[in-house]
């Protein structure tokens, strides 16, 4: 008898464990929340195009990619980033290999998914013209710099001015230096000499300077190449971009915050007859406006510049510290949109430092952290926090 | 509807072990004729009975995980599960129980109705101690690097549970004319909890803020040993939840939607 309730006992307690053994399991996983976006922003940019973005804050540098994937790279894991000059830095990016290039002065450092490198650039470029050189990323993703190597005067010309030649260096790291150059026998007469300014399409290679060439092939070492002829005053195109209708767009000059620039430049390839684009002619700006410091968006059709604005005084609810001009390339329209501040997350106005647009959102970089207004509920977030949201919700 | 699935499994288990009871052993050991009967209210006496029941530091539960906390650090955010834990210091329980369906006068089934009042310290935390607190942090100081409010002190005190659960009962107990000594049930079902009774006032919470961490189902079931008049019960939650989260670079697991209790019971007539 007493087995039989043994039996019993046994049994239910097998029922109980069987029952008890119905676990479910939960994964939970970190995700990056990168506190460095809180510390003073002083560099944001972004590839609209790529839809990426890179933010250098006093804490770091922060990418973030197409799939909303974010990489961290804070000064104390890798120190070198404490070196960079936040007033010369400059940020290029290939989709081709989803590398980042930021150079600053001659630190280049190159930022791809949770991978960096760096490297001193201690080449001795030519030093009459060491203020003279461009960098641009070819469609592979390899970084080109443009410059002058050498200065040569015909003691029979006549006359005291001399040509200096054009070299193009691609970036391939290796025991003997950082480069491979090809010195051309592209000139640029010194008296017209000028800052050079490249962009790719593809195999080819657009040098604007003055005169300008269309070179078509070098990397074999030969140069073949054809000067394109000018029919107007030379312009400088500055961060130029060669669009599909082989008309290229550029700055009359570096762009930078406190520094605007009043055109666009559009230099049809076929022949170099620019034409200056005046942006305050189709947008009529507020009288108060600094005015248009930073191209964030170019496609075939379009210019998206930012307008800065500021005043000494607190900001007040929906009080305007910005503007957004949408600059139609063919037929000179000009759509505005203000930027309304936040007291409380952007007490003063001129704590802005960068802007970068990326899709219906402009990244605002200050003095406390990065800030995100939407256009689409005209709302200003800091980045952190949206981030946070997003990823808890 | 979880839940329902674990008593209809339970039951098919349950009958798997039926094979058990021979027919030659209902003769012995009981001896009686064979047949069902069904509860009535006309024969409610013999169809009830309830019992009083006593936990001494042996009851303990966690809530399914209720709210996630970041832990952050170095730029990432460590998300860990947030549960209502309590640990009962002294339950008691009263318990009627209804036999839906007897078998001669050794086995039934009983719909039992346990109600549990715990004095219980009852807290809304992590695995490691952090005190979730309901406050939302503030934009300012989210940006001044502070991502969470931590509660200072427990959050009450005592809880109390309502619970259905399926019972298949043997021998003693198992119907009013049993007179074997020994006996023992099986049952499944579910506790609806609430914790705390008591929220701290001296902290100053307001259950309001709290009501969504303060009440929820947990599959149970339970096994109790009958000897005359007086039953050990052990009950222990179904559905436990393994949570796998990540803290400051280690891997780490916990359970939640756990439930566990001992304990002591004196049956009420017969």
């Known amino acids: ?393 | 509807m979880r839940p329902f699935v674990h008593i209809i499994r339970l039951l098919l288990i349950l009958g798997s072990a039926l094979p058990f009871t021979t027919h030659a052993q209902k003769e012995t050991v009981l001896g009686l004729e064979g047949d069902w009967y069904v509860f009535s209210l006309k024969h409610f006496k013999s169809s009830f009975r309830h019992e009083l029941g006593l936990s001494m530091f042996s009851h303990f539960y966690r809530s399914p995980d209720q709210a996630i906390h970041y832990e952050v650090d170095d730029g990432i955010a460590y998300p860990q599960p947030v549960y209502n834990r309590g640990f009962g210091l002294m339950s008691l329980h009263y318990e009627p129980r209804f036999r839906l369906i007897e078998y001669r006068n050794w086995a039934s089934l009983s719909l039992d109705v346990p109600l549990v009042w715990s004095l219980s310290l009852v807290d809304l935390t992590t695995e490691d101690g952090f005190r979730y607190s309901a406050d939302t942090v503030s934009t300012a100081a989210f940006n001044a690097g502070i991502f969470a409010v931590e509660r200072e002190t427990g959050l009450g005190l005592g809880h109390l549970e309502a619970g259905a659960m399926l019972s298949i009962n043997l021998w003693q107990g198992a119907t009013y004319e049993n007179t074997f000594p020994l006996g023992l049930s099986i049952g499944a079902g579910v506790h609806r909890m609430f914790a705390p009774v008591q929220m701290n006032f001296i902290a100053g919470y307001e259950r309001v803020e709290y009501q969504e961490f303060t009440a929820w189902w947990t599959p149970v079931s339970r096994l109790s040993l009958h000897y005359r008049g007086v039953v050990l019960s052990y009950t222990i939650g179904v559905n436990p939840t393994l949570v796998y989260y990540e803290s400051l670079n280690s891997k780490r697991a916990v359970y939640t939607n756990t439930y566990n209790r001992f304990s002591l019971s004196l049956r009420i007539g017969r």
Not at chain 1, 148 to 165: A, K, T, V
Not at chain 1, 176 to 202: I, M
Not at chain 1, 222 to 238: C, G, K, L, M, N
Not at chain 1, 264 to 282: G, T
Request: proline share 6%; glycine share 4%.
């Open chain 1, 1 to 393: 008898m007493s087995k039989r309730i043994w039996k019993y006992a046994f049994s239910s307690a097998l029922v109980l464990i069987t029952l008890s053994g119905c676990i479910e399991e939960k994964n939970l996983r970190p995700f990056i929340l990168p506190e460095l976006v809180n510390t003073p922003n002083y560099l944001v940019e972004s590839f609209p195009g790529d839809s990426v973005l890179l933010i250098a804050a006093e804490g770091g540098i922060l990418t973030r990619y197409a799939d909303d994937r974010q990489y961290a790279f804070t000064v104390s894991n890798y120190p070198v980033l404490d070196q960079i000059d936040p007033t010369d830095v400059e940020v290029l990016y290939s989709g081709a290999n989803e590398t980042f290039w930021l150079r600053s002065d001659s630190l280049i450092i190159t930022f791809s998914r949770e991978r960096i490198s760096n490297y001193r650039d201690t080449t001795a470029f030519y030093r009459p013209t060491r203020f003279y050189f461009d960098y641009c990323l070819s469609d592979d993703g390899v970084l080109h710099r443009i410059d002058y190597y050498n200065e040569i005067w015909d003691p029979q010309s006549g006359s005291f001015l001399s040509d200096y030649f054009l070299a193009i260096h691609r970036f391939e790291p290796s025991g003997s230096g950082l480069w491979e150059s090809v010195e051309t026998e592209l000139s640029v007469r010194s008296d017209l000499l000028s800052s050079p300014n490249a962009v790719f399409k593809g195999d080819e290679l657009l040098i604007l300077t003055n005169p300008s060439y269309h070179v078509s092939s070098f990397r074999s070492g030969e140069v073949v190449a054809e000067e394109i002829p000018r029919e107007s005053t030379f312009d400088q195109v500055v961060d130029p971009v060669w669009n599909t209708d082989d008309v290229i767009y550029g700055l009359p000059s570096e762009p930078a915050f406190f520094s605007p620039f009043d055109a666009i430049i559009e230099l049809p390839l076929v022949a170099e007859n620019s034409q200056r684009l005046r942006l305050e002619s189709a947008c009529s700006p507020s009288a108060d406006v600094i005015g248009p410091v930073k191209v964030l968006k170019w496609t075939d059709q379009e210019a998206v510049v930012y307008v800065q604005y500021f005043t000494n005084q607190l900001t007040t609810a929906n009080e305007v510290v910005g503007y957004i001009y949408t600059y139609g390339l063919k037929d000179g329209s000009c759509d505005i949109n203000s930027v309304q501040s936040d007291p409380i997350l952007l007490p003063f106005s001129n704590a802005i430092r960068d802007v970068a647009l990326l899709n219906t959102e402009l990244y605002i970089g200050t003095e406390s952290g990065l800030l995100v207004y939407d256009f689409a509920t005209l709302t200003m977030v800091p980045y952190l926090k949206n981030l946070f949201d997003e990823e808890t919700r």
